[in-house]
């Protein structure tokens, strides 16, 4: 049987970071074994529905280099790929109804007060739990404790109501799982939980078990979140007749710090869970994305991979089709992983040094136009300045500030450097060195060093009493590239000048 999983979003805002390492461990998964990888949004929850969220989604993912065999743009032949268009058509309904006339759900009319008061009741008696199922649902407004004609008139009357699982008492739930090995719930300690809400719309659980099956899904990788509700997940398979799919559900990813869940809110502030553009919550609040942070998506990718999986040795830089190919299921971990912010800077530069000049210059050249960098010049010289930055960066705005005097001489000089490395006789010393760099026949970094060495012996005096002025007056900075470096790529008449500038700002 051919493999089929599936990404299955809520459009209710950004993806948090751990959706997003759900959609990649199914992308790996699916793409080793050759099979299909359907995304369906899971948009009944109106209430939470947000404007927009879906497109952010889908280019999010995008962004990353994820994609889907089957989604809503694209269609399919197991679609629509929308919950609800699906339950536009009767799909979920007609499955409730089923359960019902089955016995194995019922139609339950508690409103919002008789359902705190039965919870109240509960905590007041010391049950360990609030919940209403086998133990409590005789007490409560429902067709298990009503009589037929009851039931019919209170559906004449415009009564809401919704659809409740009937949970068996107390039994047992077990199920295998890739990563937890064999999981059990009792049902005593679960909710008759709502299939069919009381606008009509599926709750999750029924939506998710009628897709999964209609979808022809093999394997549903998700997250720990869902652990819990699997038992109900299962029974609603049983009570289908249905075969359920492999479960697998991936660790939790932590706060930087390794304690606790790493929350939306959480996320949002700390700037991990927002792919790929500004986003804009309910607040007003702006928050940036990885991409525009600056954060290549092949780094994210292979950062995200790790984050609770391991391939069992120490490699660690694998692009996508060497993911690919050494990923399993089996050597999924079952302990949260950490977000290691550190540990994705570093896959970032990473990537940026194995790239060419020429790859890196559309990924920087917006960062340089938004800075108000002139970038009408020759190709070339953008690739030289990239090729000497790219060794001293970590994310892709870096290159702003450092390269601000390859397309401007500085203005302003690092005061503190200044006060410290230019002195009385440093304006003398630069003019010198012109005079040096003056003779030379090509005019590279190799040359002009060696005018520099030639200086340095003659004076008899330490590198640092030329090096750190000439550094200062070429980019107004205390480090950088190698200064020779940095003037060979200026040329000898833009070099000239800033000499020329340093001293009369400086003296």
Sequence with gaps: MSVVVRFAPSPTGPLHIGGVRTALFNYLYVRQQGGRFILRIEDTDRTRFVPGAEEYIIEALNWLGIAFDEDVNQGGPVGPYRQSDRSAQGLYRQYADQLIEEGKAYLAFDTPAELDAMRERLKEAGSSTQQYNALTRHEMTNSLTLSAQEVQNKIDAGEAYVVRMKMPENENVSFKDVVREEVTFNTNQLDDKILLKSDGLPTYHLANIVDDHLMEVTHVIRGEEWLSSTPLHVLLYRAFDWTPPTFVHLPLI????????????????LGFSVFPTNWTNAEGEVSTGYREDGYLPEAMMNFLALLGWNPGDEEEVMDEARLTERFSLERIGNKGATFDIDKLKWFNQTYIRAKSPADLLPLIAPYWSEAGYNLQVDESYLHQIIALLQERVTLLPDFVDQAAYFFAAPTEYDAKFAKKR???????????????????????????????????AEREIGAGQVLAPFRLLLTGLSSGPGAFDIAALLGADETYRRIELAIASLG
């Design 422 to 456: 230019w002195k009385a006789h440093s304006g003398e010393l630069m003019l010198a060195m012109k005079a040096k760099f003056e003779q030379v026949s090509n005019w590279n970094a190799e040359e002009l060093h060696q005018c520099f060495e030639s200086l340095i």
């Design 254 to 269: 932590l706060n930087p710090n390794g304690k606790g869940k790493m929350s939306k809110r959480q996320g949002d502030k």
